[in-house]
């Protein structure tokens, strides 16, 4: 199983001001974004390895058709189809599913992708464009707009992590188990930071309100991803997802330190 390390290096006390800036960077900081990638694929992919997961595409059962790449682009759910939009390598081998990918847009039907599709997907990400086209539409559709929002609410690390992988299990849209719904559902009834809450107790509502939504669905009712893994770190006041980091995730142990 692979691990991350860091490497001993000499203790250095910053200064207030550069602590703060440190902490306000959060998964800004590309080493706590490679944490958060690191936890979401032990999650979606069983593996720590991230950076291996742009070719891998199955149907995981949970109605969404394909699941494939580093944050689970889904051939039911468009997200996948607005990613093959936007490759644009040469010989996209793609490029010629795009018609299928928006005839089964939002149903689970594998209609024009098989056979040749998963085989080409792994072709694909062979490609240096088409894995830089995967980190762009999981900034743009998941990161971006999760680091933003929980930055808003005055959330450290941890709650932007915990804002990240909501939206990318349940998605942005309008529905009771959206990511949306899930943050107005939880500001219905405990206040973040920005609005002079307490971090603590606003994320264990959020982790609350999550775990609701994922018993929501058949395919997600598992909830490991929360309870022995983000929960654990909020319970050990890790707020800033500082390693050494031990988890769970659907009886798997993981460890980045």
């Known amino acids: 199983m692979a691990c991350?390390?860091?490497?001993?290096?000499?203790?250095?006390?910053?200064?207030?001001?550069?602590?703060a800036t440190e902490r306000a960077a959060g998964l800004d900081d590309?080493?706590?974004k490679d944490i958060a990638m690191?936890?979401?694929?032990?999650?979606?992919?069983?593996?720590?390895?991230?950076?291996?997961?742009?070719?891998?595409i199955e149907d995981i059962g949970d109605g969404r058709g394909c699941t494939a790449g580093i944050i689970g682009f889904c051939s039911g759910t468009g997200d996948m189809l607005d990613l093959v939009e936007h490759y644009t390598g040469p010989g996209n081998v793609l490029a010629r599913y795009l018609p299928a990918l928006r005839e089964v847009d939002?149903?689970?039907?594998?209609?024009?992708?098989?056979?040749?599709?998963?085989?080409d997907w792994r072709r694909a990400a062979g490609d240096p464009e088409f894995r830089r086209a995967q980190d762009h539409e999981r900034d743009r559709?998941?990161?971006?707009?999760?680091?933003?929002?929980?930055?808003?609410?005055?959330l450290w690390t941890l709650g932007q992590f915990a804002y990240h992988d909501?939206?990318?299990?349940?998605?942005?849209?309008?529905?009771?188990?959206?990511?949306?719904?899930?943050?107005?559902?939880?500001?219905?009834?405990?206040?973040p930071p920005a609005r002079g809450g307490d971090e603590v107790a606003y994320l264990h509502a959020f982790?609350?309100?999550?775990?609701w939504a994922m018993k929501q669905e058949e395919a997600h009712s598992d909830t490991g991803r929360v309870d022995t893994a983000q929960r654990v770190f909020?319970?050990?006041?890790?707020?800033?997802?500082?390693?050494?980091?031990?988890?769970?995730?659907?009886?798997d142990a993981y460890h980045v330190g």
């Open 166 to 191: 909501a939206i990318v299990m349940h998605g942005d849209g309008g529905d009771s188990a959206s990511f949306g719904s899930i943050r107005a559902r939880v500001l219905g009834r405990a206040r």
């Open 234 to 251: 909020l319970r050990e006041g890790d707020l800033d997802l500082d390693p050494a980091l031990d988890w769970h995730v659907y009886g």
């Open 207 to 211: 982790l609350d309100a999550r775990v």
């Open 141 to 154: 559709v998941h990161f971006g707009p999760a680091v933003r929002r929980a930055k808003a609410d005055g």
């Open 38 to 56: 690191r936890l979401v694929s032990s999650a979606e992919t069983s593996s720590l390895d991230w950076k291996a997961q742009y070719e891998y």
């Open 106 to 119: 939002g149903s689970d039907s594998h209609e024009g992708l098989d056979p040749g599709f998963p085989g």
């Open 30 to 32: 590309p080493v706590k």
């Open 4 to 19: 991350a390390s860091l490497a001993a290096v000499p203790l250095i006390t910053p200064s207030p001001a550069a602590a």
